[in-house]
Structure formats: structure tokens, C-alpha cells
């Protein structure tokens, strides 16, 4: 029997079957109609309800016994079962919960409570994810219980973080059945960074996706040779409503071999991906609902995500504004870095096409580091310089000379200054 905390109806606007909706998916459709209200959610064996609060879960609760507060306090060994039942049965007049009795006996204060609260929350919410049956409810205007501790952080952070605690490696090929298959964004990647946290890994896969470099290619591309982590960390990405999945173009033909010399720069791009309106297989319409997602006020993400996991260059020294310039017998291309990653190689589907035999298919990748610019080698068949000298990893400083192949390209920095300076 669901509850209100509010007086008046309650009004049922969706309801569907998780054997062929998941979780996330469902999560991301009131996040995006910025719904108020709480999603029960049913099966044989337990039910749990997901409070939101405009489209973001803000109050979580489940009748799994592990979901527990004081179970989850023992498997994080923070308390023991001993003391939590010594607490919890002291004779006293009423019945009192776990929190309230761990706090009479000074075992925790109330800022240790209020966290271990919002992490239980947490809790709850991942642990819809592994559904894979059941049905769910979503029901308007229904608000958590007025003492509810509840936890503010941007959904898609906590579908990130959600994702990272699954070990779903063996349903990766049915999640990626071809690894000809591309992905694109279909967030804004400049909101992506000022409101995102993730691993350095993460973010490396995440500047990658471009529309139309196929799975493999960023496989490649990200240097991983566990190919099955970079999939997971696409499948993470995938989830948390960052990336879709594309089908490859019915018209796509192999790549002829490029003449020799030249450098094309028709695959030099530096616009923004702009996602499919069908890229994501469904889509779900409120009658009243907006599709901006909300703002989180305040931020609980530090105390749920992983410990890896940050803002995007979050121990940034500088910022850098520089270009690569080929020098040919012809004349000077430039080639500005204004983004996050770029590829270089003889394959069309590089940042900077060189079609040069000597150059690999996808010869290397630039990447922005805390420090500047580096280039890093893709196990290329002929290797990548920096003024003469083999590396797999460096660090570009003005006036270096990198080469590949035949190809010499000159690295210049036209401005240096503090982050501060910038807004």
C-alpha cells in the first residue's frame, strides 16, 4: 500500500514491465520531465520505492533485509552487529529505529548518521539496477517521509557510479553484438565537464566518441589492451544516457589505400556532436514535462562515487592554446587544438588525416593533460618523434617537432595562463 506524505490524490502517470524497460532507463525518462513523486517498484520477492524531487531520486527504501541501515553499517564495517543489537534492544519506552538508537548511545553523531544515510540511499538505488523483471509504478506529487535524510546529486553521476559497481563483462556482447557498430554523444560535452565525475580512464573513452569511429576502432584508439575494459567503460557511458549506440551507415565501403604524401585535412573537425533524436531506441513524452535536466543544488557525489572519479581536469595548472603546424615544400597547415582528444593517422575516421604509407592507420592520439598537450603513441608500425627521439608518451613543449612517417609537424603554443583567468 503506497503512502502519501501529502494530503490529496495521487495520480499515476507511468507504469510498465522491467523484463523489457531497465532501470536506468526508466530513471533518465523522469529525469528528463523533471518529475516529483515516487517510482514503486515490485517483485515476487521485494519491493522498493524511489522518491524524486524534479526528475533527481532524492529518498530511497526497500524491504530487502541487506539494504538495511544496520545491515549495510556491518557489511561496511562501520558498526558491529553486536553493538548495533546491544543498541537497538536497550530497554527504553517505544520502539526505535537503528539510527536513532546508534545516536542516543553516542556510537555515531549526527554528520556521521546523515552521510551513512545518504550512502544507504545510494544503496538502495544501485541495487534496482540488477533488476531484470518486476514491474514499476511512478506516482506524482507523493514526497518522502518529512524526517527523511535525503541525498542531492545529478542523476547521471549517480547512473555512472551505478554502473561501475556491476560486473556485467558477460553480457557485453549482447550489449555490443558488433564492433563495427559506432556511438555518439548525446549530452553536451562542455556541461558533461562541469557537472560530471570520472576516472581518467573514463574521461579518455568519453572524448573519443566521435559518431562515427566504430567500437573497435576506440577500443584501439584508448590504448587498453584489455579490449573488454574499454567496453565496459563505453557500457558505463551508454548507461548513464552519455553516449548511444549507432549502426554503421548502410552505404559504408573499406577504405582505399591513400596515395603517398599529401596530409588530407577534410576529417579535421572541431564541432560538437549533435545526438539522434532515435539514436536511443525509445522515446517517452510527458504532456506537461520540460527536457532541460534540473540542477542540483547541493552535491552529496563525494560521498557516493568512487574514489577515482573526479571533475574533468579537476588538477588542471593551466590553460593551453596551441596548434600543430605541418611544414611541407608547399607551404604551413595549422591544425588548432581547441579540444579534448585527437587522433592522427592514415584512417579516415582520424582527427588529422595523413596519407602518408608510412603513417598507421591510427598512428597516435593527442590528449589535454593537466600540463599541456600530450602525444601518445598507438603502437604504430614506424613509431612517433619528438625532435628525433622515439616515445611512446610526451609531453609537447613550443617548438617541438613531432614526425610521423614522412610527416613533420611543428608544435606551437600561442598562450599560457592560469585556470583562474579563465571563466
Known amino acids: 500500500m503506497l503512502e502519501s506524505a501529502q494530503k490529496g490524490p495521487m495520480h499515476k502517470i507511468l507504469e510498465g514491465d522491467l523484463g523489457r524497460l531497465d532501470v536506468p532507463d526508466v530513471l533518465s525518462f523522469l529525469n528528463m520531465g523533471r518529475r516529483t513523486g515516487v517510482l514503486a517498484l515490485e517483485k515476487l520477492d521485494q519491493e522498493t520505492k524511489l522518491f524524486f524531487r524534479d526528475g533527481n531520486p532524492v529518498y530511497a527504501s526497500s524491504t530487502k533485509e541487506d539494504l538495511h541501515l544496520g545491515a549495510m553499517l556491518v557489511r561496511m564495517r562501520k558498526v558491529s552487529a553486536d553493538t548495533i543489537d546491544r543498541a537497538v534492544n536497550k530497554p527504553r519506552s517505544g520502539r526505535w529505529r537503528v539510527g536513532s538508537a546508534l545516536l542516543a548511545e553516542k556510537i555515531v553523531n549526527e554528520t556521521e548518521l546523515a552521510s551513512f544515510l545518504k550512502v544507504q540511499v545510494s544503496e538502495v538505488i544501485f541495487d534496482t539496477f540488477t533488476w531484470r523483471e518486476g514491474l514499476f509504478t511512478f506516482w506524482e506529487k507523493v514526497t518522502p517521509p518529512a524526517t ?24 557485453l556482447s549482447e550489449v555490443f553484438p558488433d564492433l563495427n557498430m559506432s556511438v555518439e554523444a548525446m549530452t553536451n560535452p562542455e556541461r558533461v565537464k562541469h557537472s560530471v565525475t570520472m576516472t581518467p580512464e573514463e574521461w579518455k573513452v568519453y572524448f573519443l566518441v566521435d559518431g562515427r569511429r566504430s567500437l573497435s576502432e ?5 590504448g587498453n589492451p584489455d579490449e573488454l575494459s574499454t567496453l565496459q567503460i563505453l557500457h558505463h557511458l551508454v548507461k548513464a544516457k552519455f553516449v548511444a549506440i549507432v549502426n554503421p551507415p548502410e552505404d559504408e565501403t573499406p577504405v582505399p589505400a591513400p596515395a603517398p604524401g599529401g596530409v588530407s585535412t577534410s576529417k579535421f573537425q572541431d564541432g560538437k556532436a549533435v545526438a539522434s533524436p532515435s539514436a536511443s531506441g525509445v522515446s517517452v513524452q ?3 514535462g520540460g527536457t532541460r535536466p534540473p540542477k542540483v543544488e547541493g552535491d552529496d557525489t563525494k560521498e557516493i562515487v568512487s574514489p577515482k572519479a573526479g571533475p574533468y581536469m579537476s588538477n588542471r595548472k593551466q590553460v593551453v592554446s596551441s596548434r600543430l603546424v605541418l611544414v611541407t615544400a608547399e ?80 608544435y606551437k603554443v600561442d598562450y599560457t595562463g592560469p585556470v583562474s583567468s579563465v571563466s
Open 331 to 410: 607551404g604551413e597547415t595549422s591544425f588548432p587544438l581547441t579540444r579534448d582528444a585527437y587522433t592522427i593517422g592514415r584512417h579516415r575516421n582520424n582527427d588529422i588525416v595523413i596519407s602518408d604509407p608510412k603513417v598507421s592507420s591510427f598512428h597516435a592520439r593527442i590528449d589535454r593533460s593537466p600540463e599541456g598537450y600530450l602525444i601518445v603513441d598507438l603502437k604504430s608500425r614506424n613509431g612517433s618523434y619528438i625532435n628525433g627521439k622515439r616515445i611512446e608518451t610526451g609531453l609537447l613543449k613550443t617548438g617541438d617537432e613531432v614526425r610521423m612517417g614522412t610527416a613533420r609537424l611543428a
Open 218 to 222: 576506440i577500443c584501439r584508439l584508448a
Open 148 to 171: 527523511a535524510v535525503t541525498l542531492e546529486m545529478d542523476l547521471q553521476n549517480l547512473l555512472m557510479e551505478g554502473s561501475r559497481r556491476l560486473d556485467e563483462r558477460s553480457r
Open 286 to 288: 510527458f504532456q506537461d
